[in-house]
């Protein structure tokens, strides 16, 4: 199994930049594929990007595209989720995950997840 943990979060203005990272530890990190999701209050917790093993393939959710990029460094086990030109609307509590699939957008399709890190944005 592997464990997660991520970090970066905390309270931006609107139009300011984060960068998330989830570290790895465990199995070999490069055996799974990877997606960062966000749960904000009240509603059902959605995926905002994945990628596959070798980074190879992405996927983003409409609301994030040409904002927030996704990549990894193998070598180091870890995640990234850069995130730019943030919105008030991307406050949420953000998670990693990570799944044996090779590229999947289905959270339970997902088998080991982090504790999420805090993103709250201001107008």
């Known amino acids: 199994q592997v464990q997660l943990a991520e970090s970066g979060g905390g309270l931006v203005q609107a139009g300011d930049s984060l960068r998330l990272s989830c570290a790895a530890s465990?199995?070999?990190?490069?055996?799974?594929?990877m997606g960062w999701f966000r749960q904000a209050p009240g509603k059902e917790r959605e995926l905002v990007a994945c990628?596959?093993?070798?980074?190879?393939?992405?996927y983003y959710t409409d609301s994030v595209k040409g904002r927030f990029t996704i990549s990894r460094d193998n070598a180091k086990n870890t995640l990234y989720l850069q995130m730019n030109s943030l919105k008030p609307e991307d406050t949420a509590v953000y998670y990693c995950?990570?799944?044996?699939?090779?590229?999947?957008?289905?959270?339970?399709?997902?088998?080991?997840w982090g504790q999420g890190t805090q993103v709250t944005v201001s107008s």
């Open positions: 990628i596959s093993k070798l980074g190879g393939a992405t």
């Open positions: 995950a990570a799944s044996m699939a090779v590229l999947t957008m289905r959270p339970h399709e997902y088998d080991y």
């Open positions: 465990g199995r070999t990190f490069s055996s799974y594929s």
